[in-house]
C-alpha cells in the first residue's frame, strides 16, 4: 500500500504523481494534516515538505529519493537507462532541474500579488532562467525526451515546471525564450500518455492558486 502526501499544487509532488502514473502504481494521496511545516505534519515528516511516501510503515522524503525507491520496487517500465553513464546522466539533469531551474520559478511565487511586484527582479531572474535552459540545452539535446524515447527519472520534474512557467510568463509577462530543442522536448513531454493528464490537472491547479494570490 503506497500513501503520498501530496497537495493537487505541489510541483514536487506533480513530478511524483507522473512517476506513479507511468510505473502503473495505485496510491492513495493524504493531505499533510494542518499543511505542509505544521508542527502535526513534521511529526510525520520531520522536514515538513511534501512529497513523502509511506510505504508499508516505512516513510521517505524527498521527491528524488522516492523516485529512486519507487523505480526499485516497481521496475517496470524502467525509469533509468541501462547504460551507466546515461543512468548518471539522468540523475545529473534531475538534480539540475530541482536546483538550478525550480528554485528560480519558486523565487516568482512571491510576485504573483500585484501589489508585490518589482519588474527588475522579474526582468533579472527571467534572464537568469533563460540561461539556465540554455544551459541544460548544452547538457544534453533531448531525443525526443532527455535520456531518449522513453520517459526517464530525469524527465517528471520538468513537467510541472514548464506549467509553471506559463503560468508565470501569462501572468508577469517577462521575455524568455526557450532554446529550439528545450521547446521541442517540452511539448514532446507535455503530451506524453503518461504526463497529460497530471500536466493538465496541475495547469487548473496552478490557474486557481494565481487566481486566489491576485485576489487577495
Ligand atoms: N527537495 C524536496 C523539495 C520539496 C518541496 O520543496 N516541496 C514544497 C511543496 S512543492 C514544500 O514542501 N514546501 C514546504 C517547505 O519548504 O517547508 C523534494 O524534492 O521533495
Known amino acids: 500500500m503506497l500513501v503520498l502526501y501530496d497537495l493537487a499544487i505541489s510541483s514536487y ?20 494534516p494542518d499543511g505542509y ?4 505534519y513534521c511529526k510525520i515528516v520531520p522536514s515538513g515538505t511534501i512529497p513523502a511516501l509511506v510505504h508499508d510503515g516505512f516513510t521517505l522524503g524527498e ?22 553513464k546515461e543512468r548518471g546522466m539522468a540523475r545529473a539533469l534531475s538534480r539540475f532541474h530541482d536546483t538550478r531551474i525550480e528554485p528560480l520559478l519558486r523565487a516568482y511565487f512571491g510576485q504573483v500579488a500585484p501589489a508585490n511586484r518589482n519588474a527588475d527582479f522579474i526582468a ?3 534572464a537568469l532562467l533563460e540561461r539556465r535552459f540554455h544551459q541544460l540545452a548544452e547538457i544534453r ?21 514548464f ?9 508577469l509577462g517577462f521575455d524568455l525564450t526557450l532554446p529550439a530543442s528545450i521547446k521541442a522536448y517540452k511539448a514532446t513531454l507535455c503530451a506524453h500518455p503518461s504526463v497529460r493528464d497530471e500536466y493538465a490537472a496541475y495547469v487548473k491547479a ?10 487577495s
Open 13 to 32: 509532488g506533480c513530478k511524483t504523481r507522473i512517476l506513479l502514473r507511468h510505473k502503473g502504481l495505485e496510491w492513495t494521496s493524504l493531505a499533510p
Open 37 to 40: 511545516g505544521s508542527p502535526a
Open 63 to 84: 521527491s528524488d529519493a522516492i523516485a529512486e525507491y519507487l523505480n526499485e520496487l516497481a521496475p517496470e517500465p524502467a525509469m533509468l537507462p541501462e547504460p551507466i
Open 124 to 126: 533579472e531572474n527571467a
Open 141 to 161: 539535446t533531448p531525443s525526443p525526451l532527455l535520456t531518449g524515447t522513453n520517459l526517464s527519472l530525469a524527465d517528471c520534474g520538468f513537467a510541472p515546471s
Open 163 to 171: 506549467a509553471i512557467l506559463n503560468c508565470l510568463q501569462g501572468l
Open 206 to 215: 496552478l490557474d486557481e492558486w494565481a487566481a486566489a494570490k491576485i485576489a
